[in-house]
């Protein structure tokens, strides 16, 4: 059974920076690829990043693009995702998932592509 555990979540000032991390177990990873999301209470899940964990490819959803960079440790079968510059429409609980699968860009953004889900890191960013 894989599973995602987030950490690094809390509570910083608009313009610091965060590490979230994702801590995956479970079997080996060759082909999966990691996505994570955010959820605002009251609206739908929203795609961030993603990164395949054989290659290291990443793919950014755009509005983040610049201030946010995933990246992965193999090693540690973790993912984290480097947040920077933080805004208060950042705020949000940031879930990890997980998923066997090809790297195709038009799909990573999909909630439905993944299997396996954490259960999310709150993030507040105060003004």
């Known amino acids: 059974q894989v599973q995602p555990v987030e950490s690094g979540g809390g509570l910083v000032q608009a313009g610091g920076s965060l590490r979230l991390s994702c801590a995956v177990s479970g079997r080996t990873f060759s082909n999966y690829r990691i996505g994570w999301f955010r959820q605002v209470p009251g609206k739908e899940r929203e795609f961030v990043a993603a990164?395949?964990?054989?290659?290291?490819?990443?793919y950014y959803t755009d509005s983040v693009k610049g201030r946010f960079t995933i990246s992965r440790d193999n090693a540690k079968n973790t993912v984290y995702l480097q947040i920077n510059s933080l805004k208060p429409e950042d705020t949000a609980v940031y879930y990890c998932a997980a998923s066997r699968g090809s790297w195709a860009t038009v799909s990573l953004g999909r909630e439905s592509e993944y299997d396996y889900w954490g259960q999310g890191t709150q993030v507040t960013v105060s003004s």
């Open positions: 990164i395949s964990w054989a290659f290291g490819s990443t």
